[in-house]
């Protein structure tokens, strides 16, 4: 059984940073796309990057959030710089096919964590 367990999530002020983790078991993280998500409160869960093949971002990271894998550790890490308190929601890693097709559609994916909080205050 394939499981995803988040951890770095906190709270911080605005310009700070934050590194997330996703540790994977189950299934080397190489047989997977792996995704990032965030669900703000009353907002639908939106894409923040794929790694896969390539890596894809979404138009708001503007270059503050990076997406690195660890295979040795079966981990995933979303390192996140200059942090904005619109950046705050739950964030959520994912593991799906490594085909690309529809990266960004939270459908798509197999196996979620279960979420670590991120605040940025202001």
């Known amino acids: 059984q394939v499981q995803l367990v988040e951890s770095g999530g906190g709270l911080v002020q605005a310009g700070g940073s934050l590194r997330l983790s996703c540790a994977v078991s189950g299934r080397p993280i190489s047989s997977y796309g792996m995704g990032w998500f965030r669900q703000a409160p009353g907002k639908e869960r939106e894409f923040v990057v794929y790694s896969g093949r390539n890596t894809y971002y979404a138009d708001f990271v503007e270059g503050r959030f990076a997406i690195s894998r660890d295979n040795a550790k079966n981990t995933v890490y979303l390192q996140m710089n200059s942090l904005k308190p619109e950046d705050t929601a739950v964030y959520y890693c994912?593991?799906?096919?490594?085909?690309?097709?529809?990266?960004?559609?939270?459908?798509?994916?197999?196996?979620w964590g279960q979420g670590t909080q991120v605040t940025v205050s202001s």
């Open positions: 994912a593991a799906g096919p490594k085909y690309e097709a529809s990266y960004y559609q939270a459908n798509r994916y197999d196996y």
